[in-house]
């Protein structure tokens, strides 16, 4: 990229709404920064890069959440996972696509993206997890 965007998780969300999902890679140490920071937790360098990871990875950890929000009560029980990516980061999100008492830690999983969102949630664009 020719232009130096900030790194924020305002612009973290900008990139998923083109599908892409993005971490801020440290030039000092290489490491990777997801969600993005403007400065790395590990040698303090502000020296960082917008780096596209891979949306492979295997479920690390996950719950079911059977008593939701208000705002979620339509997709209960539904599944929560830690899902660690094959570039290396831990990441968040809702699991779909697959029954709760089907999922299994260690299952492989690929992020995708969704513009449909519950009612009274904030708006913005948002990924989750599916099975390949």
Aim: proline share 11%; glycine share 4%.
């Amino acid at each position: 990229m020719s232009e130096t965007l900030p790194f924020t998780i305002e612009q973290f969300y900008k990139f998923i709404s083109e599908r892409k999902l993005m971490a801020a890679k440290c030039r000092s140490c290489a490491s990777l920064l997801l969600p993005p920071r403007n400065i790395c937790p590990k040698c303090f360098s502000t020296e960082l890069e917008w780096i596209e990871l891979n949306k492979k990875g295997k479920l690390a950890t996950y719950t079911v959440i059977h008593i939701p929000p208000a705002q979620f009560q339509s997709l209960a029980p539904y599944a929560v996972g830690i899902v660690k990516l094959e570039d290396g980061p831990h990441l968040l999100g809702m699991i779909q696509g697959v029954k709760p008492e089907e999922i299994k830690v260690g299952m492989n999983l690929t992020v995708d993206f969704d513009t449909n969102l519950p009612a009274q949630w904030p708006i913005w664009p948002r990924y989750f997890f599916k099975p390949p």
